[in-house]
């Protein structure tokens, strides 16, 4: 599938803010596939990518995993063996609002990613979290089912698949 960003806001103008939201532009582009889309599974944790894991241990084809990471730059949620779990099973990206680590790695892993930066330190492992409940950052809300469309120009959330 083919698509841009800025085609889809053309397209889609009278959705837009309703059906079709644009995220702010709070996000470094990561991994190797700089294009990726697919229907949203939603994680909401802080700290603790045991989660992560579990998701990305499923079969993950036509999907795109978001998380909810509240934000926090004192760890990283994804690193270099998640994103390769995540490959091996077919998801098509991830969005993470956090960090992730290992990023000259992510990038040749043919995978989406985006995420608010990069830290070193690995996060803790308590398994708390919780899974498919709306999350909302980048003044857009999350919800899974819905689909998610990242390029180089931006990040989409649609409540129905735009192509």
């Not at 596939?33 to 894991?53: A, C, H, M, P, Y």
């Not at 709306?134 to 409540?159: I, K, P, Q």
Request: aromatic fraction near 8%.
């Amino acid at each position: 599938m083919t698509f841009k960003t800025p085609d889809l806001c053309d397209e889609f103008e009278a959705e837009l803010g309703k059906t079709v939201r644009v995220v702010a532009p709070m996000f470094q582009r990561y991994g190797g596939r700089t294009t990726f889309s697919g229907q949203i599974v939603t994680l909401k944790i802080f700290e603790d990518n045991s989660l992560v894991r579990e998701a990305f241990a499923e079969n993950g084809k036509g999907k795109v995993l978001v998380i909810d990471g509240g934000g926090s730059m004192r760890c990283a949620l994804v690193g270099d063996q998640l994103a390769i779990l995540a490959h091996k099973n077919g998801w098509e990206g991830v969005v993470v609002y956090g960090c992730i680590r290992d990023s000259v790695d992510i990038n040749g892993i043919d995978i989406g990613v985006r995420a608010l930066n990069t830290h070193p330190q690995k996060s803790i492992k308590k398994g708390v979290g919780d899974r498919d409940i709306a999350v909302t950052f980048g003044g857009v809300t999350f919800n899974s089912g819905e689909f998610l469309y990242a390029d180089d120009d931006g990040v989409l959330v649609s409540v129905k698949s735009l192509c």
